[in-house]
């Protein structure tokens, strides 16, 4: 299902332009338009979805496949030294456009980007009582 105010589905639809590295018929991957790093790429499936966990297993298999092509590519094209793989969901986690979509970022040793990543420590209480919620759920 589309959304006529997703510029994602735009983008797909060929309504909007973009550097379209890959397309088929329900993927598609392009140069982002606000990049932070030369060849960062976004992933997309054409449908319109939200959020990586409304994704079918079908479609998680060709966005994946997907992604990991890109990242090859860059790693193979940009002599890059590693990337990134980003899925924001949800505003709380930093998503900005409500489609679907992964980040590949190159990267490059000492390049800055992404660095910092603050840790927490909690109990081991609050630790088992995460864990068993979670896992409930997962089985």
């Not at 973009?18 to 499936?45: C, Q, R, W």
């Not at 790693?75 to 930093?94: H, I, K, T």
């Not at 900005?96 to 109990?123: A, C, M, N």
Request: aromatic share 8%; charged share 20%.
């Amino acid at each position: 299902m589309e959304n006529n105010s997703c510029i994602f589905c735009d983008i797909a639809n060929g309504v909007l332009p973009s550097e379209k590295l890959y397309e088929d018929a329900s993927v598609m991957a392009f140069l982002d338009i606000n990049p932070i790093a030369d060849g960062h790429t976004l992933v997309v499936p054409k449908k319109h979805i939200v959020s990586f966990h409304e994704l079918d297993s079908n479609l998680a298999c060709t966005l994946t496949s997907l992604t990991s092509k890109v990242a090859e590519a860059l790693l193979s094209e940009l002599n890059c030294d590693g990337y990134n793989v980003l899925c924001n969901n949800g505003s709380a986690a930093g998503q900005v456009v409500s489609h679907l979509h992964f980040h590949v970022i190159p990267r490059f040793l000492g390049d800055g980007l992404l660095d910092k990543w603050q840790t927490y420590e909690y109990s081991e209480q609050r630790r088992s009582e995460i864990f068993d919620k979670i896992s409930k759920r997962l089985s």
